[in-house]
């Protein structure tokens, strides 16, 4: 790996919100691994709440990630939420890709996260 990185966020709103239901999350985590469509993936529960804002500091201060994708609700509310902790630590929001994957069974959240990856990052720089 470089000195940046590629990571994925797994935002599941507690893991109890319906939205979320169809999904395996382990699922869809381990295939972005195997087929190594980013550099590093994880889970968190509520990157919207206190907890979640200072979480995003101490990932994104070090300068080390490249690009983060999140997905879980719409891209336009988690930029909204992400704004202050983003402008603190001055990470580029133009480096942050939401990926809205509510109401998705597995096939078609993975589907769709890795669409976004792969237009995102270009079959030639991966
Ligand atoms: S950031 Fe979005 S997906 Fe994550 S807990 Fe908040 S509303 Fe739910």
């Not at 990157?47 to 979640?52: H, N, P, Q, V």
């Not at 597995?106 to 270009?122: F, L, M, N, R």
Request: with cysteine; aromatic share 8%; proline share 2%.
């Amino acid at each position: 790996m470089n000195n940046s990185s590629k990571g994925f966020i797994l935002c599941v709103c507690q893991g109890t919100c319906p939205s979320f239901d169809k999904m395996n999350f382990y699922e869809i985590l381990n295939r972005l691994r195997q087929e190594k469509l980013v550099d590093w993936v994880l889970i968190h529960l509520t990157l919207c709440a206190e907890d979640g804002d200072e979480f995003l500091k101490v990932l994104l201060s070090g300068k080390k990630v490249e690009k983060l994708y999140v997905a879980g609700c719409a891209d336009i509310m988690q930029k909204k939420m992400f704004r202050e902790a983003f402008e603190e630590i001055g990470f580029p929001k133009e480096n942050h890709v939401g990926i809205e994957i509510r109401n998705m069974d597995t096939e078609q959240a993975y589907d769709t996260i890795k669409k976004t990856i792969t237009s995102e990052v270009g079959p030639s720089n991966n």
